[in-house]
């Protein structure tokens, strides 16, 4: 089922969860080969999620900024290579939201502890912004915050569960948006983690 969010932004609610083993298995190798990291901010602040990237771009952070680049600095080699089971779910998950025809060249991996957040932000260091964004949650629940389009827009929050799917883009593409301190509740498959994909065209 598709929840909306938007006009241009849904929710579909355990899409996952019949491709979860396949998914679980190629996180694994994903960050086997490239560790998630604490990037730090341009303002200094290291973040709480945890992060790792696939495919030809991946999303850094450090003192200079933010920007995509080729290759991991925590290892200084290229990313992995994007698995097919995360683009099959990218394009299935976007053509069932309305964006037909999607092929993400980054996914971003965040892997979040109890009390790990992010902070309300916009997505914009993409190339081309009429793209889309697929977004896929596993393990601990965690509260989404959907603003609007100026930071001080009052977010909704939104439970986001194990298998859910989020998909936005065209007039909600450049929203704010970010994640509540998750509660310590741990999941009965992944433990006290909760895994985020972001999957998009940044290239
Ligand atoms: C934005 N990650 O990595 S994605 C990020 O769960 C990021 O790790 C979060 O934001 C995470 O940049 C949230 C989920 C999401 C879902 C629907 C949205 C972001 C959205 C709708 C509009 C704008
Ligand atoms: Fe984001």
């Known amino acids: ?65 933010y920007r995509y680049a080729a290759r991991d600095p925590g290892r200084d080699q290229p990313w992995p290579d994007m698995p097919a089971v995360f683009l099959g779910l990218a394009r299935d998950a976007a053509r069932e939201a309305g964006f037909p025809g999607f092929t993400p060249d980054a996914c971003l991996i965040n892997h979040y502890a109890p009390s790990a957040k992010m902070s309300l932000h916009q997505d914009r260091d993409e190339h081309d912004l009429g793209a889309p964004i697929v977004s896929v949650s596993l393990g601990m629940e965690a509260v989404f915050l959907f603003g609007g389009h100026v930071r001080a827009d009052r977010p909704r929050r939104v439970p986001l569960y194990h298998g859910d799917v989020a998909v936005w883009g065209g007039e909600d593409r450049l929203r704010f948006h970010g994640i509540a301190p998750l509660k310590d509740a741990p999941h009965p498959r992944l433990g006290p983690l909760r895994i985020n994909l972001t999957l998009r065209k940044a290239g």
């Open 1 to 65: 089922d598709r929840e909306p969010l938007g006009r241009e932004a849904c929710i579909l609610r355990g899409f996952a969860l019949d491709r979860q083993d396949a998914l679980l298995a190629a996180i694994a190798h994903v960050t086997a080969v490239a560790p998630p990291r604490h990037m730090v901010t341009p303002g200094g602040f290291t973040m709480s999620a945890a992060l790792s990237n696939c495919g030809a771009l991946g999303w850094v952070s450090d003192a200079r900024g």
